[in-house]
């Protein structure tokens, strides 16, 4: 009886003992495979419906309007600086942590017009091609 459980307990033993290895040894692989200077990056991206969604993607310091749906990946129109000024200053306004819970609203406000107001360009671009 004490010999089955022996083999039970080496065996749970060795089993978590080759989780944590694994463990371990995926997330120093993960250092790897992870880019650190990432030439895309999706600053914002909102659904649109169930299979569609608008994203604001920066490429090389471009920022591009862009459509995502279960078919279709394409770039609508790219941003003018104007644009790129406003979301790179309301991103900017997010990260510090500020105390005042008024400029944080103020801050999202002015996101989420910028946003709108490019949704609804792309809802008119989109009915047009239709």
Same mark, same amino acid.
């Given at each position: 009886?004490?010999?089955?459980?022996?083999?039970?307990? /080496? &065996?749970?033993?060795?089993? %978590? #003992?080759? $989780?944590?290895?694994?463990? +371990?040894?995926?997330?120093?692989?993960? *250092?790897?495979?992870?880019?650190?200077?990432?030439?895309?990056?999706?600053?914002?991206?909102?659904?649109?419906? /169930? &299979?569609?969604?608008?994203? %604001? #993607?920066? $490429?090389?310091?471009?920022? +591009?309007?862009?459509?995502?749906?279960? *078919?279709?990946?394409?770039?609508?129109?790219?941003?003018?600086?104007?644009?790129?000024?406003?979301?790179?200053?309301?991103?900017?306004?997010?990260?510090?942590?500020?105390?005042?819970?008024?400029?944080?609203?103020?801050?999202?406000?002015?996101?989420?017009?910028?946003?709108?107001?490019?949704?609804?360009?792309?809802?008119?671009?989109?009915?047009?091609?239709?």
């Amino acid at each position: 009886m004490e010999l089955g459980l022996s083999y039970v307990l /080496k &065996s749970v033993v060795a089993l %978590i #003992v080759i $989780i944590l290895a694994a463990n +371990y040894g995926l997330k120093y692989l993960n *250092t790897f495979m992870i880019k650190k200077n990432q030439v895309i990056k999706v600053i914002e991206r909102t659904p649109i419906s /169930k &299979s569609s969604a608008l994203s %604001i #993607v920066e $490429i090389a310091d471009t920022y +591009y309007l862009m459509s995502f749906t279960d *078919t279709r990946n394409e770039i609508l129109r790219e941003l003018t600086a104007v644009e790129k000024e406003k979301i790179t200053s309301s991103i900017e306004e997010k990260r510090p942590a500020a105390p005042m819970k008024q400029k944080k609203q103020q801050t999202g406000k002015k996101a989420v017009q910028t946003f709108k107001s490019l949704q609804t360009q792309y809802q008119s671009f989109y009915e047009k091609r239709k």
